[in-house]
């Protein structure tokens, strides 16, 4: 659970990261491990896109992934650190405005965190350079005595005493050895992007929805099994509840295996889902049977797509299926043919993907090979088109675009 008072925002260390919305106080908790959290194992870690594999938060020998967490930056002078292995708090008083951010070796202590990373988080006592032995340094014990984990400790105390072993000249070679071949894979790996990216620009809308289900068909088992199907709401899906009647049908745009059509029957909804994916679909069959929900579910794209019933009282786009919609006029059009099934006083969800500062590089790439190519609204270069990348949403799609003039824009059409 991530305290409610912390946003997702554009950092000034790197990225995104967390941004206090309202003052917190020193000792307040920042995150708790709950319910919602998803806990793997390193071999269930590797199946993930790789993306993503370098933002869960290490949990003894598993690793914790938090929709918010996962966006938490490294600073060498935190204002936020651990209380015991569940908890995070603040390390003093933090202003609105101020990022939150951690000392990461005194969390993440395996081996991708023991190679020397380049820190650029700007603190007076900036260490310039970030390792997971920095934790066996005394003087950084003493700053953040009582405030590591026990797996941390248990890493320092198995370190203890270690002497490196005496010189040898054939580690030198095989270090340098190492890295000319990492600089090398480095190069090689800026140029995979570049392609990646030109390729995302000439992807277009049939070939995207080819590779939608291509993912679910890689999708590894674990996204499908009953654990993660029941685990109910999101945290941005519950307000929604707020607005809708009693027993009111409710549609549900992208349903994927299930959870969210199980989330609404627990809540007395008749609910009928569509996804364009058939192992999506197969899964959410099961899923429903097993739990003896008697939702419906479709295989079909949302262009074409009618619901069965004649009015619902909601419409529930998961995320981050309206991201895949691309231009304003296509997700206007989906919009306007669903409004004709919505109860008077209906409503609709729409989750997208926020965008932190100016379009990537590779989005801009992605974005002058589709001019030339004659497609205006390219997909994001590391979206769909990458084999093992998870599904994101569309360049024109984000949602500080939704947000800008084009929105008000948007609205009066949608509503006229």
């Known amino acids: 659970m991530l305290n409610p008072a912390v946003k997702?925002?554009?950092?000034?260390?790197?990225?995104?990261?967390?941004?206090?919305?309202?003052?917190?106080?020193?000792?307040?908790?920042?995150?708790?491990?709950?319910?919602?959290?998803?806990?793997?194992?390193?071999?269930?870690?590797?199946?993930?896109?790789?993306?993503?594999?370098?933002?869960?938060?290490?949990?003894?020998?598993?690793?914790?992934?938090?929709?918010?967490?996962?966006?938490?930056?490294?600073?060498?002078?935190?204002?936020?650190?651990?209380?015991?292995?569940?908890t995070m708090v603040a390390r003093r008083d933090i202003a609105a405005g101020e990022e939150l951010a951690f000392d990461y070796p005194t969390r993440e202590v395996e081996p991708p965190y023991r190679f020397r990373w380049r820190c650029r988080c700007g603190a007076r006592n900036c260490r310039k350079s970030i390792s997971s032995r920095d934790c066996l340094d005394k003087k950084f014990q003493e700053i953040y005595k009582g405030h590591m984990p026990s797996w941390v400790l248990d890493y320092i105390r198995n370190r203890s005493g270690f002497s490196a072993p005496p010189l040898n000249p054939e580690i030198f070679i095989r270090h340098g050895l190492t890295a000319c071949l990492l600089a090398c894979a480095a190069v090689l790996q800026k140029a995979a992007k570049i392609l990646i990216s030109a390729a995302a620009g000439v992807c277009d809308v049939e070939e995207v929805a080819r590779r939608t289900g291509e993912e679910w068909d890689q999708a590894p088992d674990f996204l499908l099994d009953e654990e993660p199907v029941l685990s109910g709401f999101r945290e941005w899906e519950k307000p929604v509840l707020s607005f809708l009647e009693p027993q009111s049908a409710v549609g549900m745009i992208g349903c994927g295996s299930g959870r969210g059509m199980l989330a609404w029957s627990r809540f007395g909804y008749a609910v009928d889902g569509v996804d364009a994916a058939p192992r999506a679909i197969d899964a959410a069959k099961k899923n429903l049977a097993r739990a003896g929900v008697p939702g419906r579910v479709y295989c079909a794209d949302i262009f074409h797509f009618k619901f069965p019933a004649e009015r619902y009282g909601a419409f529930i786009f998961s995320w981050p299926t309206y991201g895949l919609i691309p231009s304003s006029n296509r997700r206007i059009a989906v919009l306007r043919r669903l409004r004709e099934q919505l109860k008077d006083g209906g409503c609709m969800m729409l989750t997208v993907e926020p965008c932190c500062g100016t379009p990537t590089r590779s989005e801009k790439i992605a974005r002058r090979v589709g001019r030339l190519a004659g497609n205006p609204v390219p997909p994001r270069a590391w979206g769909p088109i990458f084999p093992a990348a998870w599904l994101q949403a569309f360049v024109h799609a984000r949602g500080d675009r939704e947000r800008s003039p084009g929105r008000r824009a948007y609205s009066r059409r949608f509503l006229s």
């Open 8 to 86: 997702k925002k554009q950092s000034p260390i790197d990225g995104c990261g967390l941004i206090a919305e309202t003052p917190i106080r020193k000792g307040e908790v920042i995150w708790k491990l709950d319910e919602h959290d998803r806990i793997f194992t390193p071999a269930q870690g590797r199946a993930l896109p790789p993306e993503v594999q370098l933002q869960p938060l290490q949990y003894g020998d598993r690793y914790i992934l938090n929709d918010g967490m996962r966006f938490i930056n490294h600073s060498c002078d935190p204002t936020v650190w651990c209380e015991g292995d569940d």
